[in-house]
């Protein structure tokens, strides 16, 4: 099954409006990690990255400052550095998090070229932000984790995370041990996943490349991060809370464990929309397996459908169904009108007409934008090629 086009490179996101910078965050501390606690909604205990993330958004004192500079800037001669580092810290969060902390001095002013836009670092990545509250957590005495981060950033086999929009890469992933295969719906950009290692080191080598000398394939990072993505908090959770129960009880990480949380939290919901979705359970039609649905929108377009003893909804099979890669089909407000319109006629071959039409127009652009991806050109009839590629998509998911 062809992978579908990306659906377009999303605006930079701008951190909501929060609180004003605070003088300091001596008021915020993680608590001990406490495997029994179960404070949140999750039967899982919730790792300091969660609760500080909750505690954020329930208004309480998260403790790290709104950063003025989280989009790039040029001109600006007061940044600050750690010693022989690339990284950009800007004096709003130098001040409200380091300055009356123990390590104020790590810290030295760096000029650099002011014709060059540079962000903060510490106000626009989250690893920085964990590695200071894992930092916290563990009472460590230095900032090495900070380092680990820069050293990742400025690891040369690591291009930068490419945020919501899908690329072609070769994408590392989890290795499930119960079904002894990569988690080909938990793909992550190599910069993140040796972020994670780096911060939390007992689960070094836990990313595995995808699959053996591997084509690119056209996939989003899943530890991409944008301000209010509840999915980058529960995922990273999931790898904290798995860290933190293996060092309390010494013992090694469970995988299995993670890899299983991992999915859950991966897969059927939300909608992955024409994103592919590897080794998950679908809703298959009898009369037309090029038919598949997740279970959100198989839950929200045709269980109603069904209730009502339909035909055509009857059709699809009892059970959902492994599939080794599959996309979904009915997502789309054209689709479902689609769908509607076949249930009210009971026509199952025009909704078979529509469905097989759409997997074909599916495969041409899919083959179009891979044949861009491949020649990675990135100049402005490419760019336009895309576009052009993508609103053609549009019309037709
Ligand atoms: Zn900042
Ligand atoms: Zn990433
Ligand atoms: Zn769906």
């Known amino acids: 099954m062809p992978e579908p086009p990306q659906v377009k490179a999303a605006a930079v996101e701008q951190p909501s409006p929060a ?12 608590a001990p990690f406490d495997p029994k606690s179960s404070r949140f909604y999750s039967e899982r205990p919730a790792g300091s990255y969660r609760r500080f993330s909750e505690g ?3 208004g309480g004192c998260g403790g790290l400052p709104e950063c003025p500079r989280t989009e790039p800037v040029t001109g600006m001669t007061d940044w600050l550095t750690l010693p022989r580092t690339g990284f950009n810290i800007c004096p709003t969060c130098y001040q409200a998090v380091f300055a009356k902390s123990e390590f104020r001095n790590h810290f030295q002013p760096i000029l650099r070229p002011t014709n060059e836009a540079i962000a903060c670092d510490f106000g626009s990545s989250p690893w920085y932000r964990i590695a200071w509250l894992l930092t916290l957590k563990h009472e460590r005495r230095d900032l090495r984790l900070l380092h680990h981060v820069t050293n990742v950033a400025a690891s040369p086999r690591g291009e930068p995370c490419p945020g919501n929009r899908k690329v072609a890469r070769n994408w590392l992933t989890v290795n499930d041990p119960y079904t002894k295969r990569p988690m080909t719906e938990f793909t992550v950009c190599y910069q993140c996943a040796m972020t994670v290692e780096a911060l939390l080191p007992n689960l070094a080598g836990l990313f595995v490349q995808l699959g053996p000398g591997s084509q690119p394939t056209r996939q ?73 649905v997740c279970g959100a929108c198989f839950d929200e ?57 759409r997997r074909t127009i599916e495969t041409d652009i899919y083959d179009e934008l891979l044949k861009l991806d491949r020649a990675a050109r990135n100049d402005a009839r490419s760019e336009k090629l895309v576009e052009r590629l993508v609103s053609e998509w549009k019309r037709w998911e």
Not at 250 to 277: M, T
Not at 311 to 317: D, K, L, T
């Open 301 to 357: 377009v045709v269980r109603p459908r069904l209730d009502e003893g339909n035909s055509v909804a009857q059709n699809f099979f009892m059970s959902t169904q492994r599939l080794p890669v599959a996309t979904c089909q009915l997502y789309s407000a054209r689709m479902r009108d689609i769908f509607q319109r076949a249930c009210r006629r009971r026509d199952r071959d025009y909704l078979e007409a529509k469905v097989l039409e």
């Open 19 to 30: 609180a004003p910078p605070r003088e300091t965050c001596d008021s915020w501390k993680p």
């Open 56 to 58: 954020n958004e329930a």
């Open 220 to 292: 989003v990072c899943a530890l991409h991060f944008t301000p209010k993505r509840r999915q980058f908090v529960q995922f990273f959770d999931a790898l904290e809370t798995t860290s933190d129960t293996a060092y309390t009880a010494g013992q090694a990480p469970d995988i299995a464990g993670l890899a299983q949380e991992l999915r859950r939290l991966s897969v059927g919901y939300p909608c992955r929309e024409d994103s592919p979705v590897h080794g998950g359970l679908w809703h298959v039609m009898q009369s037309l397996p090029e038919l598949t």
